[in-house]
DNA sequence: GATGAATGAGGGTTCATTCAT
DNA sequence: TATGAATGAACCCTCATTCAT
């Protein structure tokens, strides 16, 4: 191999690396929030020693922050591809889908996100500027949805948080869920059920 | 004073700094679980010593326990004085706006319970088996509504948990909502507008 | 009841509770050692509060002293009827029976004592002057029995180890002798075949 | 250094440290027991911080088995090249005087031991049957004995207890001796003469 | 790049004892 | 006499992090 072919192989291997770490500290601080995750714990969690994490990290709080910054970086991608333009019923059929299916598919990540926020979101907040961004070009589109007639009026920000409520719950409080139906512990949820009684609800609740 | 009178006070003295210390834990164990709590913050917020603290209760485990015990009775009294028999109208309307207040009110307690259910309930399940009982009973009346035409057919748990999600989304995401809509950090949220809008969300997305 | 009476009473009451609180010391010291012996733990075993327990004893280590000198004093009792002018066979027959009977009827004393020694007798040393006379004034008439031909040349001082040696291991050891019998944890030990076996190694062992 | 030769002297280094670490540990069970003794005591002794010694053991549980262990090991070697069918008499007298010498040398080793022994061996226990093994096969070639003659008599299992109480008893008394004997604390014990008392005493004790 | 050793701070909890009534 | 409250010191152990190789 050329020096630079063997540079670029070691970057990937890095690079596997980090992402591996990534995971264990989302499920991690997912479980037991940024003072309760222990450095042991997510190598554990990696299959690293404690030590090697630390080679690779600077420190506990910036790998929380860094995992902060990558989740809120996945759900901005969660919005690729789809349009309000077009209406508020495709739109939200299809956003509302792909987010429970994420939620069921990836419950950590909105476990942790929803521990920072919880907590007063001491570290997520410098990351959050463009999430409100989007969250008030959302509402200006909404509004315009109520202007033109397709839905009834609501509040364009807290319909939004109601979308979010309604969609991460599922993954919050899986257990919840199995528990109140006596269902398995390890028992799937069924996302498409539940992706068509919160579409159902939504629309249908703000029809006009 | 009398012999009993002294004991009287002191059960009283006792009462009191129980509640003052069930409210310290609560917000501590909402901030930061049971694993990143510490007895040491937990005592600063009651404003006693750690030795004192420790006096007190039996461990850091018991008083997550009794905690949760408190929450789960608290929330069960929501129910009190509320008649399901009156169809889903007047019902759904009392009930939504009577959790909301709470969350708003109090919003450690339902922190504190989304993190325990979040982590997976693993000290909550002892104590949840009249909620199920609950829910399962709620999802009984619900599926008469439906069966009287009085709203169109849902599922009835799922029902539930959409009550519960956008309910409690305001207590655990407050700061959120601040962010999202340039509030201060203090501002208080508004009770009536959120119980209003999250109503008619409901009430209309179970229209027959 | 006269007022001297009720003194008497009280005076009756207190001495009894002592010697409840001195055995249960005695058994927890000699299974914890005075470091490790918690004065919690001796008020459980008196069946008393902690509390109460420290109205009743200035310190543990006085305590523990107490019980020290209970029993030294108990030991010397062992000796009273017993007339070693008879000669060793006589003497030697009755005093080892009574020891060994003790030691299996009281085994917390003799491992009280026992650890107290092995840690190098802090406490007990300003208690032991009057055992030392007893030991060398014993020593005295063995050698007596030496010069009369009555039994052969040993160390007079090294047979009376030998002796307390022999007792007491089946008071410190009794688990380890069910143990290595096959006997259950329960069992009680044969006092009788014990003594027969012990006195029979002694009197021969010393046959001029 | 080549990378093995560190590997190797990393090895050795803890080898060093760990045996430092075990005598330490002995002397301080000795001294206090499992309860009484802190790990402080232990570093202190050691020569070494408690937070080091927590990095080099799991738990003061764990090193006072691993002590143990290590004990019923040492004991056991005794008895290597030694041949119990070479009679009674050159077989005792070997290994009465090594384990009289062995006592003298470390007597920690016979207090920790003992120590556990009278608190009723809850953590020997596990480690005790090949020590039970030896003492039914060592009844056997005593009974041995006796059928051909060579010695009187006796219960062959006693007969060993009577050997370990006498061999001991001058480790776990060596404060007693002195004070008996009116010697200095530092006084050293006379391990030949002792061990002539010891086996002449038993010797004649069994013989037909 | 990788790893064993090391550490000061802090974790929850128990301790013997004193105080107040 | 008796008891609940209180406390400062000490308990065992884990923490995130740094050092040395």
Known sequence: ???????????????????????????????????GASTQAIADRAGISKTKLHYYISSKEDLYVEALRHIVGVWADLFHGLDMSEGPEPFLRAYIGRKIRHALDHPEVARMFTGEVMRGAPLLRPLWDASRAATQGAAR????????????????????????ALTQHYAL????????????????????????????LILRGIRP
């Open 141 to 164: 589109v909404i509004e315009g949805w109520i202007a033109a007639g397709l839905i009834r009026p609501v509040d364009p920000v807290l319909l939004q948080f109601h979308i979010w």
């Open 1 to 35: 191999m050329s020096r630079s072919a063997v540079r670029a192989d070691l970057a990937a291997r890095r690079e596997e690396l980090m992402e591996t770490i990534r995971q264990a500290a989302i499920a991690e601080f997912a479980a037991n929030g940024l003072h």
């Open 173 to 200: 409080h899986q257990v919840e869920v199995r528990f109140m139906l006596d269902w398995p512990d390890a028992a799937p949820l069924d996302a498409e059920h539940i992706a068509d009684e919160v579409t159902g």
